[in-house]
């Protein structure tokens, strides 16, 4: 795997790649990145991966200072997954003067669920997304459904700016307890290791309740928050919405997903459920 960490370079070495499929990242790579960057060889000739710790979708009590930079294991398992080449810039090229141009995705969309709870988030993602596909100019790029709304935002962007990139999305890889895998999960004791689970546990039984035809969603959603409070976690949103544009389904909708984010310890954890 050729490893770049300017525009430039990159730009050369992709002269002549064929069909160029994207995996974006933040590093501190998990089996949901691995299983990505496999099911992504099936979507072009040349796979590129990128790693950048992207400031701007950290709010100002986020962890960005923080956040594992893991970056001579990362590019073992990027290479070992079948990637042709890694874009891993610092910030100085990615943002050699403060960006003045950013994304805004509409406020129905990126305002709402992680956006509440985290202002700026997509703004931030979909400025550097948009930036990333300027650079590697991909056709096909992918993103997994454990953050479902930010694949929303993005297939959206793609659409309104027709851009000419498929976006493809892939399952959330989970540990055997039911856990989604998240480079967060690694900030977790032992013993909020073992409680984490609950999240997953509980938007589980949502969409068991729903299938079953439970028609009150909203005593459903409680009911969860309830749970997760009453456990420890201090819990953000459990929300069942329409999988197309997160909006508040209307009685007999189909196509549902249920989300939730929540506080365990000082560690935030989200998780999806499509019903
Ligand atoms: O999902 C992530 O890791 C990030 O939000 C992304 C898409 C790489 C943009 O920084």
């Given amino acids: 795997m050729q490893i770049h960490d300017t525009i430039a370079g990159l730009r050369t070495a992709l002269a002549g790649a064929g069909r160029i499929v994207f995996v974006p990242t933040m590093g501190n790579l998990h089996e949901g990145h691995i299983a990505l960057m496999r099911q992504a060889r099936?979507?072009?000739?040349?796979?590129?991966?990128?790693?950048?710790?992207?400031?701007?979708?950290?709010?100002?009590?986020?962890?960005?200072?923080?956040?594992p930079r893991t970056f001579e294991a990362d590019c073992e398992k990027m290479a070992a997954a079948g990637g042709a080449h890694l874009f891993a810039p610092d910030e100085r090229e990615m943002y050699p003067?403060?960006?003045?141009?950013?994304?805004?995705?509409?406020?129905?969309?990126?305002?709402?669920?992680?956006?509440?709870?985290?202002?700026?988030?997509?703004?931030?993602?979909?400025?550097?997304?948009?930036?990333?596909?300027?650079?590697?100019?991909?056709?096909?790029?992918?993103?997994?459904?454990?953050?479902?709304?930010?694949?929303?935002?993005?297939?959206?962007?793609?659409?309104?700016?027709?851009?000419?990139?498929?976006?493809?999305?892939?399952?959330?890889?989970?540990?055997?307890?039911?856990?989604?895998?998240?480079?967060?999960?690694?900030?977790?004791?032992?013993?909020?290791r073992a409680e984490a689970p609950r999240l997953y546990r509980v938007l589980e039984r949502i969409r068991k309740d729903i299938q079953a035809g439970e028609p009150d969603v909203a005593?459903?959603?409680?009911?969860?928050?309830?749970e997760l409070r009453a456990s420890g976690w201090i819990p953000q949103y459990v929300a069942v919405r329409k999988q197309v544009d997160l909006q508040l389904p209307a009685a007999h909708d189909s196509g549902l997903v249920v989300l939730g984010a929540a506080l365990l310890g000082s560690t935030r954890l989200i998780d999806n459920l499509e019903v």
Wanted: glycine share 8%.
């Fill in 42 to 67: 099936a979507h072009g000739d040349t796979l590129v991966s990128s790693l950048f710790v992207n400031r701007l979708q950290f709010g100002p009590k986020e962890d960005f200072d923080t956040y």
């Fill in 97 to 192: 003067t403060p960006q003045a141009y950013h994304v805004q995705p509409a406020a129905t969309q990126a305002d709402i669920l992680e956006g509440e709870f985290r202002p700026g988030f997509f703004r931030g993602v979909a400025t550097v997304v948009l930036k990333l596909f300027s650079i590697v100019q991909p056709q096909a790029a992918l993103f997994g459904k454990k953050d479902y709304q930010q694949l929303m935002v993005i297939r959206n962007m793609v659409r309104e700016f027709a851009l000419p990139i498929d976006i493809i999305p892939g399952e959330t890889v989970r540990a055997a307890d039911g856990l989604a895998l998240s480079s967060r999960n690694g900030y977790l004791s032992a013993q909020e």
């Fill in 219 to 226: 005593r459903l959603e409680q009911g969860a928050m309830a």
